[in-house]
């Protein structure tokens, strides 16, 4: 069976500190951003996490979004070659061996962005 964490419930003085950095927070007027590295918010987000309120989801500092906008690049620029590879006659074994990458992601890539490639 796995352990079921039981919910926090902060005390009386940890809620009017945390509502005293929230109104701090607001005050810079960082309503709707969810990463911000600036003091207020990072003081804020230290906090909730101490007091338990924060779980290690809510605090990922957004690197899973620079994860995607760096392999949707990538892409980008992959399907670049393989656009001028199969304009120059090459077939998805010669385009995959010439780029460095598999032929099911060369598939994939002239599917994404509508290229068009020389069968067999």
Same mark, same amino acid.
């Given at each position: 069976? #796995? &352990?079921? &964490?039981?919910? @926090?419930?902060?005390?009386? *003085?940890?809620?009017? *500190? ?18 911000c590295d600036c003091e207020s918010c990072t003081k804020l ?12 989801? %809510? +605090? ?9 906008? $760096? +392999?949707?690049?990538?892409? *980008?620029?992959? %399907?670049? &070659? @393989? +656009?001028?590879? %199969? ?5 998805? $074994? *010669? ?10 992601? @060369? #598939?994939?890539? %002239? @599917? $994404?962005?509508?290229? $068009?490639?020389?069968?067999?």
């Amino acid at each position: 069976m #796995s &352990k079921v &964490k039981k919910r @926090v419930r902060p005390t009386k *003085e940890q809620w009017h *500190e945390l509502n005293r950095l929230l109104d701090d927070v607001v005050k810079i007027g960082h309503i709707n951003i969810r990463v911000c590295d600036c003091e207020s918010c990072t003081k804020l987000r230290n906090y909730s996490k101490s007091i338990g309120l924060l779980d290690k989801g %809510a +605090t990922d500092d957004g690197r899973w979004d620079k994860r995607k906008l $760096e +392999t949707k690049h990538r892409h *980008e620029k992959d %399907a670049i &070659k @393989v +656009t001028k590879l %199969a304009y120059q006659g090459c077939k998805r $074994e *010669e385009i995959a061996n010439r780029i460095g990458r598999s032929r099911d992601y @060369v #598939s994939k890539l %002239a @599917v $994404e962005f509508d290229i $068009e490639i020389q069968r067999k």
